[in-house]
C-alpha cells in the first residue's frame, strides 16, 4: 500500500504517462524535486498519500454501506431524495454544481455517519497534562476512548436515535430547532478526520448519482416476499454492515441510458 502504488506513479511520471488527477502528480512534479532533501520529502509524501489510502477507503465503504442498507429499510427518505433531485436535474445526472441545491442529500450523508458511524470508538488519544472531565480526574498519558457511537445516540440530543431521519438535520417550519450534526463521527480535537471534507463531497456525489438513477428496494424470496434485512453490523474498530439482500434496478429505461451514456463517456 506504502510502495507499489506510489512507484507505479513514479514510473508513469517519469516516461511523462501520469494523468493530471492523480493525487501524486504535483509531488512528483514539484514538491518532491524542490526539496532540500528530495529522498526524505520522498518518503514523506509515500506515507502521506498511503495514509489517506488507509484512512479513506474501509470508512467510505462503511458509511456506503451503510446507505444502501437504509435506503433498503427507509424507503420514504429514498422517494424523498429522488424528489429532490429530479426537481434540480430534470432528468441528467448529478454533478458538483447541485451541491448547494440538493440539501436533503447532505442531510442523508450526515444521517448515515450518526446512524452508524463508520468508526464507533475512535482512535485512542493520549492525554497531554492532567485533566478533570466530569468530575473524573485524567492523569496525564492517561488512554482516552471517545464513544463516538454513544454520543450520536444520545436521546437527550437525537431524538429516536436508532431511527433513520435525515430529516432531524433540517431546520423547518415544523423543526424549527434541527439537531447537531454529527461531527464526532471524524474524531475531535488536533487528530479530527484531515479527509472529513473530501469524504462528505464523495458521499453526496455518489448517494445523488446512485438516487438519481436507480431504485434501492428490498429483494424478494422464492415466495415473493419481501426480505427484510436484519441491519446486523459487524463490530470492530470499524462497524460494517453484514451482507445483506436488496434489488437495485435503473429508475426506467431512460435513467439506464443515462448511466450507460456516463460510462462511455468515461471510458
Ligand atoms: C466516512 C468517511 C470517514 C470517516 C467516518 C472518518 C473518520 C475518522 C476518524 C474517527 C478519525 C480519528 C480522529 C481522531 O483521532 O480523533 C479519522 C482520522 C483520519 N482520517 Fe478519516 N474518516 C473518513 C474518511 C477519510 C478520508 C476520505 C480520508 C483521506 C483521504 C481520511 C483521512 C484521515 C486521516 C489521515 C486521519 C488521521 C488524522 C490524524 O491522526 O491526525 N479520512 N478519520
Not at 518518503?43 to 458509511?63: C, E, F, M, P, Q
Not at 435513467?255 to 471510458?267: I, N
Request: aromatic share 10%; charged share 20%; proline share 8%.
Amino acid at each position: 500500500m506504502v510502495h507499489v502504488p506510489f512507484t507505479l506513479a513514479k514510473n508513469l511520471h517519469d516516461a511523462s504517462e501520469l494523468p493530471d488527477d492523480c493525487a501524486a502528480k504535483a509531488f512528483l512534479a514539484d514538491v518532491i524535486p524542490s526539496s532540500s532533501d528530495p529522498a526524505y520529502m520522498e518518503y514523506v509524501v509515500r506515507s502521506a498519500l498511503a495514509g489517506a489510502y488507509a484512512a479513506g477507503t474501509d470508512t467510505t465503504v462503511s458509511a456506503l454501506q451503510s446507505f444502501f442498507l437504509a435506503m433498503t429499510l427507509y424507503p420514504d427518505v429514498q422517494k424523498e431524495a429522488q424528489r429532490e433531485i429530479d426537481s434540480v436535474c430534470h432528468g441528467r445526472l448529478p454533478d458538483f454544481s447541485d451541491y448547494e441545491s440538493l440539501p436533503y442529500v447532505h442531510t442523508i450523508v450526515k444521517e448515515i455517519l450518526r446512524w452508524n458511524p463508520a468508526v464507533p470508538l475512535n482512535i485512542v488519544h493520549t492525554s497531554a497534562q492532567d485533566d478533570v472531565y466530569g468530575g473524573y480526574y485524567i492523569p496525564k498519558g492517561s488512554l482516552v476512548v471517545a464513544n463516538i457511537w454513544a454520543i450520536l445516540h444520545d436521546p437527550a440530543v437525537y431524538a429516536d436515535p436508532e431511527s433513520f431521519r435525515p430529516s432531524r438535520f433540517l431546520r423547518s417550519h415544523t423543526n424549527p430547532t434541527p439537531e447537531p450534526d454529527p461531527d464526532a463521527a471524524y474524531g475531535f480535537g488536533r487528530r479530527i478526520c484531515v479527509g472529513r471534507h473530501l469524504a462528505h463531497e464523495m458521499l453526496w456525489i455518489t448517494i445523488a448519482s446512485v438516487l438519481a438513477a436507480f431504485d434501492i428496494v428490498k429483494a424478494k424470496d422464492d415466495a415473493g416476499r419481501e426480505i427484510v434485512p436484519p441491519g446486523e453490523y459487524y463490530h470492530g474498530f470499524m462497524q460494517l454492515p453484514k451482507p445483506f439482500r436488496c434489488e437495485i434496478r435503473p429508475r426506467s429505461v431512460e435513467h439506464e441510458k443515462l448511466v450507460l451514456g456516463a460510462v462511455d463517456k468515461d471510458s
